[in-house]
């Protein structure tokens, strides 16, 4: 008997995926380029189950119910295009490619053209929930060629988290909407990852607590609005003890790895010419991070100047868990007109009400307000920012105050903290009428011609002024980048 889908690459994802399929009823053919990793796990996790071992692409392939289904869970980048043009060798008309690693979202794009040439079909799919979600039920985000989804819906939506029996799986659009949709997820992954460190931080350093007590603090906002995955693993990391009682966070070097997909947002986001601050600016924070050695020794040319702790512990937590909300409620808005930008310029027809859908169960950022997010998007379609809907605007209008109160006190007890006072600039940049981009704007006119629109005329009409009476008349064009 052939099985319903095969998937290549048996590492932490792989194996926990394939026994995700097997327990929804599936059969699964297996495939891993080191083929003593196959025999492992078929006599090992996979002992007993309705899982073939392969040990050839070909192989693999002579395995499957027609049109075969096969996803790929290897490295982005040049080994899932080795792995694309080999079983293009095997497969016939029909047949359906899944990618389902972080592969870049033009990559996609551009696999989904090479491969649809071919005859065959290909999805990009974001997997989100790291092991667990792999193995209990992930967030799903499938694009690519449309045709292959209803091939395909049956097994996702059954693998996928539920919420509500709702599947947090759905199409997102074609070419690679899904995996563009992934890397958000992943960028406001690590806004979210980030605030909740400079929290810490300050909660540590300005109050003074112990992990003990910061562990009681999460726990109590993880019952509340701000329920949500990080917060929830947060809380078990302050908790966690070795066994001779001491707290194993304190031993953890602060240097933070990334993988790309932070950087990518930020790079799409200069492209759409989207201000995704915090996000960015958590990208930031992992890399300086990494400058170990250089912080050490700048710690001791720029010593810290002594803290002045918080009087009021209790009024200042409470003010640090309504600031981290707000700086949640922005990375969320400011990834959200990434994602409706993008979909514009790609008409990809995106679904920003069902994407946030989506990230309710399985993902990394799941959290209690996603269904508010979606609520928003789908009663106003044409919502230009979150802020802007009522329920949004009416927490930040209570809640910048207290975002305001925690920036000001980490500035002056010089506690860094990039990502929340990024939200707290992009807020106030964004509700202020008049910016002083006229002064730029009169700048760049004076010294490369570029034009520059008047308030007393009409949006679209562009003057010149020969600012030194030797510039003459000729302007520049007005194109925007």
């Not at 920036?407 to 990039?418: D, E, F, H, K, R």
Request: proline share 3%; charged share 20%; aromatic share 8%.
């Amino acid at each position: 008997m052939k099985a319903t889908i095969g998937l290549i690459g048996l590492a932490v994802m792989g194996e926990n995926l394939v026994l995700n399929l097997e327990s929804k009823g599936f059969s699964v053919a297996v495939y891993n380029r080191s083929t003593e990793k196959v025999d492992a796990f078929i006599q090992g996790r996979a002992k007993g189950k309705n899982i073939i071992g392969t040990h050839s692409l070909a192989e693999l392939a002579s395995s499957l119910q027609s049109p075969r289904k096969i996803m790929m869970m290897v490295k982005a980048g040049q080994p899932v295009d080795d792995t694309i043009e080999a079983l293009l060798l095997l497969l016939d008309k029909g047949d359906i490619i899944i990618d389902g690693g972080n592969s870049n979202y033009e990559d996609s794009e551009r696999r989904t053209s090479y491969v649809e040439s071919k005859g065959m079909l290909y999805i990009g799919t974001g997997v989100s929930g790291g092991e667990e979600g792999a193995l209990k039920g992930p967030s799903i985000m499938p694009g690519g060629s449309p045709k292959a989804w209803e091939e395909v819906k049956p097994i996702l939506q059954s693998i996928s988290a539920h919420v509500n029996s709702v599947p947090c799986c759905d199409w997102i659009g074609s070419g690679g909407a899904g995996h563009f949709v992934k890397m958000v997820h992943n960028g406001i992954e690590y806004g979210d990852m980030q605030i909740i460190g400079e929290v810490y931080d300050l909660m540590r350093r300005l109050v003074g607590m112990s992990n003990d007590e910061m562990h009681e603090v999460f726990s109590e906002w993880n019952e509340g609005e701000l329920n949500s995955y990080l917060i929830e693993i947060t809380k078990d990391i302050l908790g966690y003890k070795e066994a001779d009682g001491s707290c194993l966070l304190d031993k953890i070097l602060d240097t933070a790895g990334q993988k790309g997909t932070g950087k990518w947002t930020g790079i799409s986001a200069l492209h759409e010419g989207i201000p995704l601050t915090l996000i960015v600016e958590s990208v930031f924070a992992r890399s300086v991070s990494s400058q170990k050695e250089q912080r050490v020794a700048a710690s001791k040319v720029f010593p810290a100047s002594p803290i002045h702790p918080v009087q009021d512990r209790k009024a200042f937590i409470m003010a640090l868990g309504k600031a981290l909300y707000a700086a949640k409620i922005i990375s969320y808005a400011q990834g959200f007109s990434l994602i409706k930008a993008a979909g514009e310029t790609n008409h990809w027809d995106l679904n920003l009400g069902g994407i946030a859908l989506l990230w309710r169960g399985g993902c990394i950022i799941r959290s209690a307000f996603l269904d508010k997010i979606s609520q928003a998007f789908t009663s106003n379609p044409d919502l230009q920012n979150l802020i802007l809907d009522p329920y949004f605007a009416m927490i930040l209008q209570q809640a910048h105050q207290q975002l305001r109160e925690v920036v000001a006190q980490a500035v002056l007890n010089g506690i860094p903290t990039p990502s929340l006072s990024a939200a707290l600039s992009w807020f106030d940049s964004y509700r202020t009428e008049n910016l002083p981009a006229n002064l730029l704007q009169a700048q760049r006119d004076y010294f490369g011609a570029h034009t520059y629109e008047r308030v007393d005329k009409k949006r679209g009409e562009f003057f010149h002024t020969n600012w030194t009476g030797r510039g003459g008349n000729t302007a520049s064009t007005t194109y925007t980048v």
